[in-house]
C-alpha cells in the first residue's frame, strides 16, 4: 500500500485510514499504522480528526458523500424502474472502483449490529421506489422493496470486488437486479394465477395510495384519522397472498 504524498495531509489521512481498515481482516488499526502510512505525524490525525475514531468516522461519512452524489447523479428519467436500475449500476461500479472505501462502508458487519450506512442508503433507495408505489408499479411496501434490492446489491459487489478483475462477470449484476425488480413490481404481480389477480390490484393500489398520502402529507384528515386510515393501508398492502 502507498499513499501519493502530493495530497493534503487530511486526504492522505482519509485514503490511509480506508486502505488499512478495508485490508484489516477484522483486527485493529492503529494510530501509528496510520500517520506512518500517511506520512504525517500523530499531532496532525489529532488537529484534523480530534482522535482516531473521529478519523474513521470521517471515512465512512466521506465515503458515503460520494456514494450519494453518484446515485443521485442522473436525471429522474420519470420511469421509477428505470431510475432503480441505474441506481443498481452507480452503486456497483462504485464499488468497483474503490473497493477499499466499498468495504469499510459495507463490509464491515457485525452480528445483531445495522450500520447507520446501510440504514441511509435504503432510505435514499426506498425514496426512489416511493415514485414506483405512487404510480401503482409496487406489489409489495417500498420500504421492503428497498431493503431487499439493496441487500442483493451489496451480495453481488460484494462478490464481485472478491473476483480478480478479468473474471468478473458484470452479467451476474444484471441479472440479479432484474430479477430482484421483477420480484417486487407489479409485472411479476400480473404473472400470478388469475384466482389472485383482484387480491393483487387491492393489494397494488393500497401500497400506491399508502406512499402518495405520506408523499403528500395530506391535511384532508385529521392526525387520528391519517394515522388509522394509513394502518389499514399498511394492514393491506402487506397482507399475505395465501
Known sequence: ????????????????????????????????????????????????????????????????????????????????????????????????????????????????????IVADAEALMEEMLNKAAVSGQLNVPPREAARSILAANVGVTLMLIAEKAPERNLELSTMTRDAMIFAVSTEQARTNDSDDSGKSSVVVAAIALNAALQASHSDQLSSSELKLFLEWLHRISTSSTS
Request: proline share 7%.
Open 1 to 116: 500500500m502507498s499513499i501519493d504524498g502530493q495530497l493534503p495531509p487530511k486526504a492522505r489521512l482519509l485514503r490511509a485510514a480506508a486502505e488499512l481498515l478495508a485490508n484489516s481482516g477484522g483486527s485493529a488499526v492503529s494510530t501509528r499504522q496510520i500517520t506512518q502510512l500517511a506520512g504525517v505525524t500523530a499531532p496532525t490525525l489529532y488537529h484534523h480528526f480530534g482522535d482516531k475514531e473521529g478519523l474513521f468516522d470521517a471515512v465512512v461519512a466521506a465515503g458515503f458523500d460520494e456514494y450519494v452524489a453518484g446515485e443521485r447523479d442522473f436525471a429522474p428519467s420519470g420511469q421509477p424502474l428505470e431510475d432503480i436500475r441505474r441506481m443498481w449500476d452507480n452503486h456497483v461500479q462504485f464499488g468497483l472502483k474503490q473497493p477499499e472505501l466499498y468495504l469499510v462502508m459495507f463490509g464491515n458487519i457485525r452480528p445483531e449490529s445495522r450500520p447507520a
